[in-house]
């Protein structure tokens, strides 16, 4: 089973940026589409953005513009630029591997939280 490890969370002002990564055990990282989802209090989880194998990347219209996620398949890692942050954008962050119908393929890490507040 993969292991995700979540890091790069913190507390931003609203307009700060942050960089997250996540690190995945296991060789054939490079075989899938991956994502990042977030999860604000009292709400569902979100998609936010996701790669695919070709680095085709889709966005979360609430962040189209101010995100941007990259991978690096030689560290198994994928990154999510966030810029312009928003206090609506305060949330557990976690990334995943996913399938073409949204289905998640490997157990949830335990993600970083990330707090945008002045």
């Known amino acids: 089973q993969v292991q995700l490890v979540e890091s790069g969370g913190g507390l931003v002002q609203p307009g700060g940026s942050l960089r997250l990564s996540c690190a995945a055990s296991?060789?054939?990282?490079?075989?899938?589409?991956m994502a990042w989802y977030r999860q604000a209090p009292g709400k569902q989880r979100e998609l936010v953005a996701k790669i695919t194998r070709s680095r085709s990347t889709n966005y979360a219209d609430s962040v189209k513009g101010r995100f941007t996620i990259s991978r690096d398949n030689a560290k198994n890692t994928v990154y999510l630029q966030m810029n312009s942050l928003k206090p609506e954008d305060t949330a557990v962050y976690y990334c995943n591997a996913v399938t073409l119908g949204g289905n998640i393929y490997w157990n949830w890490g335990q993600g970083t939280q990330v707090t945008v507040s002045s």
């Open positions: 296991g060789s054939i990282f490079s075989m899938y589409t």
